[in-house]
């Protein structure tokens, strides 16, 4: 299948399309808070009414935005959706060293906040409708199902003004039987792009505070019931604290599928040993892996101390002392069996907790569905050495809430990019690769081509 009938040199120039709108999109700061969304989101309308694509531009709040775009199809099948968000997480300027918001090109990257997250997968999937409108007008077709585009606002802070706000308010322009989302990865391993994790699940994020009270008093009067020092000792049992491994049908073709293409032999058997059925397998499998956060993030819950707090002053000895855990269960987990293990660990009744937020817990997407196999396919054409593999997601996106809504939602960033690159993601000198936004414009574009114009053309009439 040749994807929308374009060559070699077509692809050139459509990648480099996609680079001036990255550009374009990147120089829009819509760093959240406090999000000022609704700059890119009339770039992405003009651009998409430019090319006939139908539009419905929405502003959730003042300065919040979200863009629905659709190429109507014929019906026969429910609609695809392709989605990506508009806001970006704030940056250090200083620790830069490039401009945040400039979209220059150095050594072959294109730099910027949101160049990986999310704005690279916004660039890509804006690509994709224009190169989808362009293939049915030129071929007289019309696609069997709807195409539709979305762009959102807030998920980085969690979506009150974006996916949530959209699914309340405007559920029916956003209705699709398969949506492809962030979440995924290509993993770039020794030089050449290994495998595709395609994020069929996620971890549920929850907020917790840990409090710790003790006896107050002057300074100059040291005492072992210190809220702090309390504190700081249960921190530091929560930190030798590990939850159990567990894992699900996704985690299990996870490590499965990787074991039988991972260069480093240890770390290979490791992760056929933790697929296994058998629980001693697991264990030393768990064992290995549990020096690679990144996988082992994967097995298991994950606590995260991100914020603490306590005192007034340097010479009072507070009452009371409290540190943020950033709690990832897997799915089927639950947060009180969480709360009970880490009580026991911390072994003192005079530190507590309360949970302050919690996710949701979505189904998982099925590995059979239609729209794995059509990113199975796609990348197969373009690339048949990169193996496909189900993700279970270590962070949040939106997804989940699509999930719940009763879509079969798939992850895919669709860049190669090698752990280095992944890791400046909300970090210092984000930037993607042109050949690799290159290579994910083709990808997504494969993806939509299986999925909309499978079937005999069908005449515009």
């Known amino acids: 299948m040749t994807t929308f009938g374009l060559s070699e040199g077509d692809w050139e120039g459509a990648l480099w399309e996609t680079v001036a709108h990255l550009q374009a999109l990147i120089r829009l700061d819509t760093v959240n808070p406090p999000g000022d969304e609704i700059r890119v989101a009339r770039y992405l309308d003009d651009v998409l009414r430019g090319a006939r694509i139908e539009t419905t531009l929405l502003e959730p709040a003042p300065g919040r935005g979200a863009v629905v775009g659709r190429i109507a199809g014929t019906g026969t099948r429910e609609p695809v959706l392709l989605m990506a968000h508009m806001d970006v997480v704030p940056v250090e300027r200083e620790k830069w060293t490039t401009n945040p918001f400039g979209g220059e090109i150095l050594d072959g990257y294109l730099y910027g906040r949101g160049a990986i997250d999310d704005k690279g997968m916004l660039a890509a999937n804006l690509q994709a409708m224009l190169l989808a409108r362009r293939f049915a007008d030129a071929t007289s077709t019309q696609p069997d199902r709807d195409i539709v585009f979305l762009a959102t606002s807030d998920e980085e802070a969690g979506g009150a003004f974006g996916i949530d706000w959209i699914l309340e308010n405007h ?78 049908d996704v985690s299990r073709g996870f490590f499965g599928g990787l074991a039988r293409v991972w260069p480093d032999p240890e770390v290979a058997t490791a992760m056929g040993d933790v697929a296994s059925n058998d629980p001693q397998r697991r264990a030393a499998g768990a064992r290995v892996l549990s020096a690679l956060p990144p996988l082992d993030a994967v097995l298991r819950n994950g606590i995260s101390p991100t914020l603490i707090s306590g005192g ?7 009452t009371e002392a409290q540190a943020t855990l950033n709690v990832r269960l897997l799915p089927g987990a639950t947060i009180d069996e969480l709360l009970h293990r880490l009580r026991k660990a911390i072994d003192d009744p005079e530190v507590g907790f309360e949970v302050v937020s919690k996710g949701e817990d979505a189904p998982s997407s099925p590995l059979d569905g239609e729209g794995y196999r059509a990113i199975c396919a796609a990348l197969a054409a373009l690339d048949p050495s990169i193996l496909a593999v189900p993700y279970l997601s ?31 993601m909300h970090g210092h000198d984000e930037r993607v690769a042109v050949n690799s936004l290159g290579f994910g414009v083709r990808l997504t574009c494969g993806i939509v081509q299986r999925l909309a114009f499978s079937g005999p053309p069908t005449p515009v009439t």
């Open 312 to 318: 007034i002053r340097s010479n009072v000895i507070p």
């Open 394 to 424: 270590t962070g949040a996106t939106d997804s989940a809430p699509l999930r719940m809504a009763g879509m079969q939602c798939y992850g895919i960033l669709p860049f190669p990019m090698e752990q280095e690159d992944e890791d400046r």
């Open 171 to 248: 559920r029916e322009l956003v209705r699709a039987g398969i949506a492809l989302n962030e979440g995924g990865r290509i993993r770039v391993v020794d030089g050449r792009p290994l495998y595709c994790a395609i994020q069929c699940a996620e971890k549920v994020p929850y907020n917790v505070v840990l409090k710790a009270t003790g006896t107050g008093g002057h300074a100059s009067v040291p005492h072992r019931g210190n809220a702090i020092a309390r504190l700081a000792r249960a921190l530091a049992r929560i930190e030798a604290h590990q939850e159990p491994v567990a894992l699900d």
